[in-house]
């Protein structure tokens, strides 16, 4: 038996396609969710502690989550990563004193002028070489063997 058009479901137009779910104020895109680190750690626990048929899987429906996910969250859990980004302070960041932005201000500085000093140095050495050139071109046509009568 073979189907067609009309015999699927006349929900989303027949197309096969799945309708965006509009949120308010998003224009209909849907953001990017972001786990905390120890949402990672605690996911990869639970999952590894899991050893019933299907319990897995119910965790990853239940949760939303990927394979994938557990699977590279896992292998950052054996890098370190996971538990560096844990231990990590969140908030904002300490305010700079005004020795620290002086300290920046100079560095900038001093980075400007050694990158203009190089600059000016391969100027030199290219005006040095002309100068060689045009005297090796100058000594040539004195000591040549033409003579003019």
């Known amino acids: 038996m073979t189907l067609s058009r009309a015999d699927l479901p006349a929900g989303n137009g027949g197309t096969g396609k799945r309708k965006k779910s509009a949120k308010a104020g998003t224009g209909g895109r849907r953001s990017r969710r972001v ?3 120890e949402y990672k750690l ?3 626990e639970e999952y590894d502690r899991l050893t019933e048929s299907g319990a897995r899987g119910a965790l990853l429906r239940r949760e ?3 394979h994938s996910n557990i699977t590279d969250w896992r292998a950052a859990r054996d890098a370190g990563a996971l538990n560096a980004l ?3 302070p969140t908030g ?3 305010a700079k004193t005004e020795t620290d932005r002086r300290v920046e201000k100079l560095e900038a500085e001093l980075e400007r002028a050694l990158t203009e000093l190089a600059r000016k140095d391969k100027a030199l050495a290219i005006l ?3 100068s060689e050139l045009l005297e090796m071109v100058s000594g040539s046509a004195d000591s040549g063997p033409r003579q003019v009568k």
């Open 92 to 94: 904002p960041k300490p």
């Open 86 to 88: 844990a231990a990590k």
């Open 64 to 66: 939303g989550l990927y």
């Open 35 to 37: 786990f905390a680190p």
């Open 128 to 130: 040095g070489k002309a």
């Open 42 to 44: 605690a996911m990869v």
